[in-house]
């Protein structure tokens, strides 16, 4: 693929990332300096995780608890890499900012192999559906967590699968088991996808494909040989490749994830155990359990297209939906909300290009031209003789039929003119099942508050002439006082409202873990409701073990600061 190509199939992925990273930034700006009502202490977490890694410390989280190593609770040693990050950008801030862009980026692979598939429009509204997903949306608005770096991962190994490049997908696959625990079995079921698409020709057909003759393509030779055949043994090694290297990615992922839950997070937890694993009373008792569940469900198919189902990669999302649905947690089986459905997101977008691509497979086989005579979009591939024929002045030997020359990359694909109907119209109507059911769906997501005059109160407020009428601008000027009282390295339990605000300035820990005797206690408006008391100094000298008493420092607008005495 020539640059021009390049080019033409960057800007719409590029329109997509760019327009995908800012509305996410602005809502997580938005919902930060706005001081908005805090979805968990995950945030808070992370933060004093990346403020240890930052200075090279073990990362000890008062938040979870007292002496509380965060090594044992998941296993995500890719989060090492905010440590740079919070040593440049020392706030939670820069946390939902990375990420954001972790899951805009995503977008950039998928958006590409679209448009070369389809076309640049086509491209554009199915990466904007999808960078602006129900997943993508659920988890900008529960901020920060470990799954934003298996965005972009997912997403190449997802082009990759398409592309039927067997090795890239196993590369882009195995860092998966470095973001969280559950990622090695994701990474078994992307190696039981390969299998199943190198053994059965139906499913490896795929890009490009050569004459009537039975022989399939793949991603190592499409373009054949001199004479515009594509090489049996060439296909067959591919296969054969991939399922050498799909019981390889079996057999990692089992070792990953058995590795992780049954040597490492037990050697670094409190308890010596994997805090997450299904026992007798880890089953649902909502109701509405199924559903929910069912619900996600349908939202995964429509998301997909609906012949996504029909594809190996889908697979890919089992064993997400298993733990998800065999917990008790009731916030594990929503669709709307949360981030655990955001690695579903590329999963199901590669399912559905994946039969994109199969079905316009079928092109070449009713034009009964060779591959390498059609390239992105139905355009003539010239071959090497004809090159040399037009650069000796010999334009006029060079025809359509010399289709030899080394192959290209990526891989082209036969044109859309050359397609079955029946094949053009199950595309169509997928590819417009998965844009409806994102537009669709846009009003009920979080994002959608964006849209909502009032979704900035402070800059709304700077507009007013009357004081008295900044209330929010008010409430949020009284946290920073809370905040910037508190010293430099102090020691503070707090709620989760000023949780994550206070990470870069002491050692935080949470009312409901922390253990008694911190230096400062800050209350806010919200506090009776989770501590039982309206008095600060009251609460720190009833929860005491030392028998300390707490002096009432700040008292405004039910904010309060106790500090120990002594």
């Known amino acids: 693929m020539n640059l021009k190509e390049q080019n033409r199939h960057s800007i719409p992925a590029a329109i997509v990332v760019v327009i995908g990273a800012w509305v996410m930034i602005y809502y997580s700006i938005v919902q930060w300096e706005t001081m908005k009502p805090v979805p968990s202490w995950d945030l808070a977490i992370f933060s004093e995780l990346a403020k240890a890694y930052a200075h090279f410390q073990t990362p000890i ?4 608890g007292d002496g509380y190593n965060l090594l044992g609770d998941h296993f995500h040693p890719i989060l090492i890499l905010l440590g740079p990050i919070w040593r440049l950008f020392p706030t939670p801030l820069s946390l939902l900012i990375t990420q ?3 899951l805009a980026f995503s977008a950039w692979p998928l958006t590409r192999l679209a448009s070369r598939l389809t076309n640049q429009w086509v491209a554009g509204g199915l990466g904007l559906v999808y960078v602006l997903s129900w997943g993508m949306q659920g988890a900008v608005a529960a901020q920060f967590h470990e799954i934003a770096f298996a965005m972009p991962l997912l997403a190449y190994a997802s082009v ?13 696959s195995a860092p998966l088991v470095l ?12 190696g039981v996808a390969v299998i199943l698409t190198s053994a059965v020709p139906a499913w490896y057909r795929s890009c490009t494909v050569i004459r009537p003759g039975g022989r399939g393509a793949d991603g190592l030779d499409a373009a054949g ?31 990953a994830f058995l590795f992780a839950i049954q040597v490492f997070l037990p050697a670094f937890n409190i308890n010596g155990v994997w805090d997450y694993g299904l026992s007798s ?12 569940k069912a619900m996600v469900v349908v939202m995964l198919i429509l998301t997909s297209g609906v012949v996504g189902v029909t594809s190996p990669w889908l697979l890919v999302v089992l064993p997400t939906l298993a733990w998800r649905f065999l917990g008790s947690v009731e916030f594990y089986w929503v669709w709307d909300n949360w981030h655990y459905n955001a690695t579903l997101m590329p999963i199901a977008l590669g399912a559905l290009l994946d039969v994109v691509a199969r079905r316009r497979a079928h092109g070449s086989y009713v034009a009964d031209h060779p591959v390498r005579q059609v390239g992105v979009d139905g355009r003539a591939v010239m071959g090497r003789s004809a090159r040399a024929a037009l650069a000796s002045g010999e334009a006029g030997t060079a025809g359509e039929s ?6 290209r990359r990526p891989t082209a694909f036969p044109t859309w003119l050359t397609v079955p109907m029946r094949h053009r119209f199950v595309v169509a109507t997928s590819i417009l099942t998965a844009v409806a059911t994102g537009v669709l769906t846009a009003p009920y997501l979080p994002l959608w508050q964006a849209t909502n005059k009032n979704f900035d109160p402070l800059a709304a407020e700077a507009k007013q002439s009357d004081e008295a009428k900044r209330t929010e601008t008010h409430r949020v000027a009284v946290a920073h006082e809370v905040i910037a009282t508190i010293p430099e390295g102090a020691t503070v339990v707090t709620d989760l409202s000023l949780l994550a605000y206070l990470v870069p300035r002491a050692e935080v820990s949470w009312a409901g873990t922390s253990g008694p005797d911190k230096e400062y206690i800050v209350m806010t408006p919200t506090s009776a409701n989770q501590w039982g008391s309206s008095d600060a100094a009251a609460w720190g000298k009833k929860h005491s073990k030392q028998g300390a008493t707490y ?6 607008d039910n904010y309060q600061i106790a500090k120990r005495d002594g």
């Open 61 to 64: 989280v008062p938040v979870k």
């Open 100 to 102: 954001d862009l972790l």
């Open 160 to 172: 990759a699968f398409v592309e039927r490049r067997w090795g890239a997908v196993t590369a882009w």
């Open 179 to 190: 973001v969280k625990e559950d990622m090695g079995l994701t990474v078994l079921m992307i």
């Open 225 to 255: 040989d001199a004479a515009g055949n594509a090489p049996k043994d060439d296909a067959a090694r591919n296969r054969r490749r991939g399922l050498r290297l799909g019981v390889g990615m079996i057999v990692g992922g089992i070792a």
């Open 281 to 292: 009373q880890d089953q649902p008792t909502s109701p509405d359990a199924l559903t929910h």
């Open 402 to 407: 010399d289709v030899d020359g080394p192959r």
């Open 551 to 556: 002096t009432l420092i700040y008292n405004k």
